[in-house]
């Protein structure tokens, strides 16, 4: 798969090699983790030239491969690893890479870095042939016949396109078919990442622009990836690669920094992983202190983000426990004995990360000022933090078959065999119409590095990247069917579809019922997953000129046939009773006979002075049973509000005298109604005819111009008993898309 990969002792830009960049001299060499010494690819090739040995018996050219591989399964079967070596070394043999290497080397190492990450044997099986079919005359079927099945779907995983079949398009086509197979096995990107290390380590005589290429599809799209299936030991190293090809001099002077650090005589890691381990001793709990140097780009990030840095900033500790409740134990001791920095708290084993990572994460505080990072976990939490995916063995077989030793211990999450980022990444890659788009939206969707969880009412969860709006999360739950989305509760409140969501959040997405349901064209610009775009650009590009709110006909305030210049108000601001009515009579029935719609009956109102006229306020539109009282105005005349209409506060704080006013014996009555809803087509109909069939006529309506997709309706009725009240407003609010029905409660100052 890289036959133009090159030695590192070749000559080129890449200084450092294997794992010399993420484990640069921070610390003082008894400090550090043991790793096992890197092998020697020339001595490696020596021996592959040598070829198989008896029959039976392993080769040399593995005996590296098996030591890594019997320190995690030591019971584990290594007959497949001996017959694979024999097939990939005698199918790739006069194969060389431009290094002068025979090919097999690349086999080899790429399986040594999976088995020095606890990988299980079917995965180095796959490994030692992982280039096997693309670059040789052995085939699929053969694979199968020999090793069977599972290794076979491996292989054919890691396998890429032929140029020649696809042109430029191979590329993210391979990707496409890569993460299709991964979605059925993650072993598949395992071994694509240990793959693209090696090549990374090797890169060193070919092209600086190919190199470059190379480098920055490493960056967009793999180390995102080794992030999200937790491997972290394989992201750092190629971020480091990575950050050498494309920022030299920053590289260069990053590593000055970490040398310069290396040279002092003081280390005030070691110091203070002294002080802890004698506290964790005194306090009786089993603990390993480590110190755990930064690789580069960790160095760099803290560098651009303190400024000078200080000889703490070159390193965290890292605790290992044996149990989980452990961890918190570790944590009491080391915030009771030494000082806390507790801003830097964070409990990732109650809530893990999305990639599997468990740990607890604190700072402590020097005298001297400087703060120490301190990471605490267990082995087991170590090893996946490590190894992600590849830690957990074979996550698809049978419980019974499973070593004890890889069972992930009690409280701790086991693996996924379809993580959440990796369902939606395979959901809308079927939507992308070409292999550019695909290409696209797949970098875009790796760099939303960090996931929340919200919770729906009947007790699911969504996860959705950083910054996902409820656009996001309706397209996530209702893929297309979202269309109808017209709305959503967040915590409980209303909020808009362009409400960010934030991690822990309950939302419940409000959906319409009309199957004609469309998106809106604004709907993209609060779309960031690409799930969500995919299916609203889809729908948009078959339905030219569509789009809620777009156009005057999918307004949702205009039906078919009806005059939009009776219903929106001119200058947007709410329109009163002397706009042109919608409709002076019960919607769907004549007026009753002799009966004058622009005089309507209207509710006696007793006044305690004789012979005066009354009038119901306009601000308040009392009926019947409301409480009541009145005011006089100019001509004589008593205005009717309600008691806790805010005009009575303001007249009373004036000084105006109030009139006992009271309710006769008549109960038809004219309110009016205010509805609160989210725009969409069909909706004024849908509102007018539950007005109708509760029994209501309408006098007049007026509709304001949408606002953030919301609606306001305004209806005077008249009913025919004031008891209809409850009833009316109840049947608006079951209208889908109404959130809220209220009387009108104008701010008037005075009549």
Same mark, same amino acid.
């Given at each position: 798969?890289?036959?133009?990969?090159?030695?590192?002792?070749?000559?080129?830009?890449?200084?450092?090699?294997?794992?010399?960049?993420?484990?640069?001299?921070?610390?003082?060499?008894?400090?550090?983790?043991?790793?096992?010494?890197?092998?020697?690819?020339?001595?490696?090739?020596?021996?592959?030239?040598?070829?198989?040995?008896?029959?039976?018996?392993?080769?040399?050219?593995?005996?590296?491969?098996?030591?890594?591989?019997?320190?995690?399964?030591?019971?584990?079967?290594?007959?497949?690893?001996?017959?694979?070596?024999?097939?990939?070394?005698?199918?790739?043999?006069?194969?060389?890479?431009?290094?002068?290497?025979?090919?097999?080397?690349? &086999? *080899? !190492?790429?399986? @040594?870095?999976?088995?020095? +990450?606890?990988? /299980?044997?079917?995965? #180095?099986?796959?490994?030692? $042939? =992982?280039?096997?079919?693309?670059?040789?005359?052995?085939?699929?079927?053969?694979?199968?016949?020999?090793?069977?099945?599972?290794?076979?779907?491996?292989?054919?995983?890691?396998?890429?396109?032929?140029?020649?079949?696809?042109?430029?398009?191979?590329?993210?086509?391979?990707?496409?078919?890569?993460?299709?197979?991964?979605?059925?096995?993650?072993?598949?990107?395992?071994?694509?990442?240990?793959?693209?290390?090696?090549?990374?380590?090797?890169?060193?005589?070919?092209?600086?622009?190919?190199?470059?290429?190379?480098?920055?599809?490493?960056?967009?799209?793999?180390? &995102? *990836? !080794?992030?999200? @299936?937790?491997?972290?030991? +394989?992201?750092? /190293?190629?971020?480091? #690669?990575?950050?050498?090809? $494309? =920022?030299?001099?920053?590289?260069?002077?990053?590593?000055?920094?970490?040398?310069?650090?290396?040279?002092?005589?003081?280390?005030?890691?070691?110091?203070?992983?002294?002080?802890?381990?004698?506290?964790?001793?005194?306090?009786?709990?089993?603990?390993?202190?480590?110190?755990?140097?930064?690789?580069?780009?960790?160095?760099?990030?803290?560098?651009?983000?303190?400024?000078?840095?200080?000889?703490?900033?070159?390193?965290?500790?890292?605790?290992?426990?044996?149990?989980?409740?452990?961890?918190?134990?570790?944590?009491?001791?080391?915030?009771?004995?030494?000082?806390?920095?507790?801003?830097?708290?964070?409990?990732?084993?109650?809530?893990?990360?999305?990639?599997?990572?468990?740990?607890?994460?604190?700072?402590?505080?020097?005298?001297?000022?400087?703060?120490?990072?301190?990471?605490?976990?267990?082995?087991?939490?170590?090893?996946?933090?490590?190894?992600?995916?590849?830690?957990?063995?074979?996550?698809?077989?049978?419980?019974?078959?499973?070593?004890?030793?890889?069972?992930?211990?009690?409280?701790?999450?086991?693996?996924?065999?379809?993580?959440?980022?990796?369902?939606?990444?395979?959901?809308?890659?079927?939507?992308?119409?070409?292999?550019?788009?695909?290409?696209?939206?797949?970098?875009?969707?790796?760099?939303?590095?960090?996931?929340?969880?919200?919770?729906?009412?009947?007790?699911?969860?969504?996860?959705?990247?950083?910054?996902?709006?409820?656009?996001?999360?309706?397209?996530?739950?209702?893929?297309?069917?979202?269309?109808?989305?017209?709305?959503?509760?967040?915590?409980?409140?209303?909020?808009?579809?362009?409400?960010?969501?934030?991690?822990?959040?309950?939302?419940?997405?409000?959906?319409?019922?009309?199957?004609?349901?469309?998106?809106?064209?604004?709907?993209?610009?609060?779309?960031?997953?690409?799930?969500?775009?995919?299916?609203?650009?889809?729908?948009?590009?078959?339905?030219?000129?569509?789009?809620?709110?777009?156009?005057?006909?999918?307004?949702?305030?205009?039906?078919?046939?009806?005059?939009?210049?009776?219903?929106?108000?001119?200058?947007?601001?709410?329109?009163?009773?002397?706009?042109?009515?919608?409709?002076?009579?019960?919607?769907?029935?004549?007026?009753?006979?002799?009966?004058?719609?622009?005089?309507?009956?209207?509710?006696?109102?007793?006044?305690?002075?004789?012979?005066?006229?009354?009038?119901?306020?306009?601000?308040?539109?009392?009926?019947?049973?409301?409480?009541?009282?009145?005011?006089?105005?100019?001509?004589?005349?008593?205005?009717?509000?309600?008691?806790?209409?805010?005009?009575?506060?303001?007249?009373?704080?004036?000084?105006?005298?109030?009139?006992?006013?009271?309710?006769?014996?008549?109960?038809?009555?004219?309110?009016?109604?205010?509805?609160?809803?989210?725009?969409?087509?069909?909706?004024?109909?849908?509102?007018?005819?539950?007005?109708?069939?509760?029994?209501?006529?309408?006098?007049?309506?007026?509709?304001?111009?949408?606002?953030?997709?919301?609606?306001?309706?305004?209806?005077?009725?008249?009913?025919?008993?004031?008891?209809?009240?409850?009833?009316?407003?109840?049947?608006?609010?079951?209208?889908?898309?109404?959130?809220?029905?209220?009387?009108?409660?104008?701010?008037?100052?005075?009549?």
């Amino acid at each position: 798969m890289s036959a133009e990969a090159t030695n590192p002792a070749s000559p080129g830009p890449v200084a450092p090699t294997a794992s010399a960049a993420a484990t640069a001299p921070a610390v003082p060499r008894a400090d550090r983790r043991k790793s096992r010494a890197r092998i020697d690819l020339r001595r490696l090739g020596r021996a592959a030239l040598l070829g198989p040995a008896v029959r039976g018996k392993l080769p040399d050219a593995i005996s590296h491969v098996v030591e890594a591989h019997r320190a995690h399964h030591p019971d584990a079967d290594l007959d497949p690893l001996r017959r694979a070596y024999v097939l990939a070394e005698s199918s790739h043999r006069g194969q060389m890479r431009k290094s002068g290497e025979p090919y097999i080397t690349h &086999p *080899l !190492a790429v399986t @040594l870095i999976l088995a020095e +990450l606890g990988a /299980e044997t079917t995965t #180095l099986t796959a490994s030692l $042939l =992982h280039d096997t079919v693309e670059d040789t005359d052995v085939t699929l079927d053969q694979v199968r016949e020999q090793f069977g099945e599972e290794v076979r779907y491996l292989v054919d995983g890691v396998t890429k396109l032929e140029k020649v079949d696809y042109g430029a398009a191979a590329e993210p086509e391979t990707f496409r078919k890569m993460l299709v197979a991964t979605g059925s096995d993650v072993r598949v990107m395992s071994i694509k990442l240990a793959d693209r290390l090696h090549n990374m380590r090797t890169l060193g005589v070919m092209r600086p622009e190919k190199q470059a290429r190379i480098a920055k599809v490493t960056r967009d799209v793999l180390i &995102p *990836l !080794a992030e999200r @299936l937790g491997v972290q030991a +394989l992201k750092t /190293e190629m971020e480091d #690669l990575v950050f050498a090809i $494309l =920022h030299p001099e920053e590289y260069e002077h990053t590593r000055e920094l970490i040398a310069e650090n290396a040279a002092r005589r003081d280390d005030p890691l070691a110091e203070v992983a002294d002080e802890m381990r004698g506290v964790l001793r005194e306090a009786g709990l089993q603990a390993e202190v480590l110190i755990r140097p930064r690789h580069f780009v960790s160095v760099h990030r803290v560098a651009r983000k303190r400024g000078r840095l200080r000889g703490a900033d070159f390193g965290r500790l890292l605790v290992l426990v044996n149990e989980d409740a452990d961890c918190y134990g570790v944590l009491g001791e080391l915030h009771t004995c030494m000082t806390p920095v507790v801003s830097e708290f964070k409990d990732f084993i109650a809530v893990p990360k999305f990639n599997l990572y468990q740990s607890l994460h604190t700072a402590v505080a020097r005298p001297d000022g400087q703060v120490v990072e301190v990471l605490i976990r267990t082995h087991q939490m170590h090893k996946v933090a490590e190894a992600g995916v590849v830690a957990l063995g074979n996550p698809y077989a049978a419980a019974s078959d499973a070593p004890a030793s890889d069972a992930p211990t009690d409280g701790e999450r086991a693996d996924p065999t379809r993580p959440g980022w990796l369902s939606r990444l395979l959901d809308w890659q079927q939507a992308a119409p070409d292999p550019d788009t695909f290409w696209s939206t797949l970098r875009e969707d790796l760099a939303q590095d960090r996931e929340i969880t919200v919770f729906r009412p009947d007790g699911g969860t969504l996860g959705l990247p950083e910054g996902a709006t409820c656009v996001d999360a309706a397209y996530a739950q209702y893929g297309e069917d979202a269309h109808a989305c017209i709305g959503a509760r967040v915590n409980g409140r209303l909020a808009t579809l362009s409400t960010v969501l934030k991690d822990g959040d309950t939302v419940q997405l409000l959906m319409g019922q009309d199957p004609a349901s469309e998106p809106s064209r604004e709907w993209l610009e609060h779309a960031h997953t690409p799930a969500a775009r995919i299916a609203i650009q889809r729908w948009l590009a078959t339905h030219p000129g569509g789009g809620a709110g777009t156009d005057e006909a999918s307004d949702p305030r205009t039906e078919p046939g009806e005059d939009t210049a009776a219903q929106r108000p001119a200058t947007g601001a709410r329109a009163d009773a002397a706009q042109r009515p919608l409709t002076s009579a019960r919607v769907g029935a004549a007026p009753a006979p002799g009966a004058d719609p622009a005089r309507p009956r209207r509710p006696d109102v007793l006044v305690d002075r004789p012979d005066t006229s009354v009038r119901l306020a306009g601000c308040c539109t009392p009926v019947p049973p409301d409480e009541i009282t009145g005011f006089a105005v100019r001509g004589g005349v008593v205005t009717v509000h309600r008691v806790e209409c805010a005009a009575v506060a303001h007249m009373k704080s004036k000084g105006r005298a109030e009139i006992g006013v009271r309710w006769g014996d008549t109960t038809e009555c004219r309110v009016t109604l205010v509805a609160e809803s989210f725009g969409r087509p069909h909706l004024l109909a849908d509102l007018t005819e539950a007005i109708s069939s509760a029994g209501a006529d309408i006098v007049s309506a007026t509709v304001e111009p949408p606002s953030q997709q919301r609606v306001r309706h305004t209806y005077t009725l008249q009913l025919p008993d004031a008891a209809h009240l409850p009833s009316v407003m109840r049947a608006m609010r079951d209208v889908p898309g109404v959130y809220d029905v209220a009387r009108a409660q104008h701010q008037t100052q005075g009549d």
